[in-house]
């Protein structure tokens, strides 16, 4: 008996024009427009986003995101969530890419009884974010959970 | 005899703070934020840019970055470079991820005979640029080469 979920793709545009040197500015449809470039490292300017912090925001939001509507399916709500993100560039056999991004979210939560919830969702996300599925770097995934009464206002 | 050469690696940071429903505001350092979250076809706000649409524009940006870089090493000027790329998520085996990418640079040169080398860099491209090597999709890269001369002002 077939049991298959039919699933929509979706798809991304974005365009992009070369502005000067090492920069250029990227668009996507009815978004802001963005400054893109090479980073200081790689000859280009402090001040514009570069891919590679662009790849690490990326994965950092999309882990967000995912644990954002696993907990709206859950019923779980938090009071707070940030969350700091650093990725890896080093060279493999000659050639560079992301090999590591480190994400460290702290959730704020109002109760301590829903620690146990957020924590089973949290170890969900990382399987499921489409963002950690499509790139080859190791993610490292090191939540914390914290009250809110705990926290300093 | 060793020939190995050394290369550094490199730490890009990303701090990400929710704000409401799905969507939040990214950083990175000396940058301005970006305000990121779920597209509406994942009951985001359009206007807002996705994790996706980042994840497709940074590989664009890279792709033109290593293609300026190196034009640059090749003493190849070019007049101008535009790219429109669209990336696919689907769904395999039950996870959504970044299928495809394909980027259509369009790169305006003011000689005949530089087509020839900018060919020859673009082939290079795709095999050099962090992004493409950090990514699962396939990419597919389809440059065109104009004239100065024939582009309408």
Known sequence: MA????YKSFQYRNNL??????????????KPDIEIGSPPEFKGEAGVWAPEEMLVAALNACMML??????????????????????LLANVDGKYRIVE?????????????????????????????????SITADVKLAPQFQMASDVPT
Chains 1, 2 share one sequence.
């Open 101 to 133: 991004v480190s994400v460290r979210p702290i959730v704020v939560l109002s109760s301590e009884a829903d620690i146990e919830a957020a924590r089973t969702i949290m170890a969900e996300v990382k399987a499921n974010c489409f963002i950690s599925n």
């Open 66 to 87: 995912t644990f954002v509507s696993f907990a709206q399916g859950k019923r779980l709500e938090f009071v707070a969530y940030e969350s700091a993100a650093e990725g």
């Open 3 to 6: 049991t298959g979920k039919t």
């Open 17 to 30: 024009v070369w502005d000067t040197a090492r920069r250029g500015r990227t668009s996507a449809p009815d």
